[in-house]
């Protein structure tokens, strides 16, 4: 059964996603392509070794965004196989011209079986929102809050998540240098007992321009679904292509 609705998940992301992207190349306001590439990882091999970001507003209120992280086999050194993947393919919907608010749906994929999750929330634009976007504009940040109030997957019980993304410069230190990252906490999931109850994914990324659209980074990931290194930091180069 479940394998029949995530074909069913599937084609009908496929279906809105697809007429969207065409018309991407002629109505997109904006977006970007961003490719990471991490030559060293500190504590636990067995992590990203790539990702790539894609971002893009489309007609009619809509926008799409994906990651897709390209993952090394366990003990396997960087670059060497990295046949393992994981994705987030995500389109919103804001609400009205002027609303800070989103409807999102999240199609998240990855190796192995049984283990997609697909989830439909709330996504609330700070920066948007009348009461602090001055307030956050004065830091230059740019924060978003994604409540992923409905899951469906393989896993028994009531699964839901809040979703941080967030995105600092410094033009008192520097036009070329940034942080940005995010926080995944997920809630009611059942675990194994040496799992925390609520599990959290967190990766802040701190980057500097260094030629063109080219970007040396340093990236300090927190994972505590991993537990044999919770902690990693990646370093590696960036490249950025803006429209």
Do not use: C
């Not at 979703?163 to 036009?175: A, I, K, Q, V």
């Amino acid at each position: 059964m479940y394998n029949f609705k995530k074909r069913l998940i599937t084609l009908t992301f496929l279906s809105l996603i697809m007429p969207l992207a065409k018309a991407t190349t002629k109505n997109t306001a904006s977006g970007f392509v961003d490719l990471n590439a991490y030559g060293y990882l500190s504590d636990n091999d067995a992590d990203s070794v790539a990702t790539v970001n894609i971002a893009a507003s489309l007609p009619e209120r809509f926008s799409y965004f994906s990651l897709t992280n390209f993952i090394n086999q366990p003990g396997v050194g960087e670059f060497a196989d990295t046949t393992a993947y994981y994705t987030e393919q995500n389109i919103r919907l804001q609400l009205a011209n002027d609303s800070p608010l989103d409807l999102t749906a999240q199609f998240n994929f990855r190796t192995g079986q049984n283990n997609d999750r697909h989830r439909l929330g709330v996504r609330w634009r700070l920066n948007d929102s009348h009461y602090v976007k001055d307030f956050l504009s004065s830091i230059n940040l740019i924060w978003s809050i994604n409540v992923h109030a409905y899951q469906w997957d393989s896993e028994p019980g009531y699964v839901w998540q809040i979703e941080h993304s967030y995105r600092m410069t410094f033009p008192y230190l520097s036009n070329r240098l940034y942080l940005s990252g995010f926080i995944d906490h997920s809630f009611n999931q059942d675990l194994p007992d040496n799992y925390p109850s609520d599990p959290v994914v967190w990766e802040t990324q701190v980057g500097y321009e260094i030629a063109g659209n080219f970007f040396a980074i340093m990236e300090y990931r927190v994972n505590e679904y991993n537990r044999n290194d919770v902690n990693n930091l990646a370093l590696g180069i960036e490249y950025l292509i803006k429209w």
